[in-house]
């Protein structure tokens, strides 16, 4: 019953922003290092962001070089919600989103579970 409903893709201009939301349920999300991936047509799915709980109960966040500075995972526990905001969007970044269950605790991008993904376009 674990599920991940992934929302907010939607067309933008170069430059703008949008925020993708993730719903989670059927799982102990305190605990779950999540994820968000992105596969472009033709090319490979990759690891964008991820956050995990450290051993200290921070939460720290990690992200692909080509996102860094410019996109922000963020999760809120309570309502066991994970986000991406993103910024400064570049048409390079046309893809479809995927929110991700990690299948341990560390920032590896080996998820066990996948939304079914929210379609950006950035374009003008």
């Known amino acids: 019953q674990l599920q991940l409903v992934e929302s907010g893709g939607d067309l933008v201009q170069p430059g703008g922003s949008l925020r993708l939301s993730c719903a989670a349920s059927?799982?102990?999300?305190?605990?779950?290092?999540m994820s968000w991936f992105r596969q472009a047509p033709g090319k490979e799915r990759e690891g964008v962001a991820c956050?995990?709980?450290?051993?200290?109960?921070?939460?720290?966040?990690y992200y692909s070089d080509s996102v860094k500075g410019r996109f922000t995972i963020s999760r809120d526990n309570a309502e066991s919600t994970v986000y991406l905001q993103m910024n400064s969007l570049k048409p390079q970044d046309t893809a479809v989103y995927y929110c991700?269950?990690?299948?341990?605790?560390?920032?590896?991008?080996?998820?066990?579970?996948w939304g079914q993904g929210t379609q950006v376009t950035v374009s003008s």
């Open positions: 991700a269950h990690e299948s341990g605790p560390a920032c590896d991008y080996r998820p066990d579970y």
């Open positions: 956050i995990r709980r450290s051993g200290t109960g921070v939460y720290l966040a």
């Open positions: 059927g799982f102990h999300f305190y605990y779950a290092t």
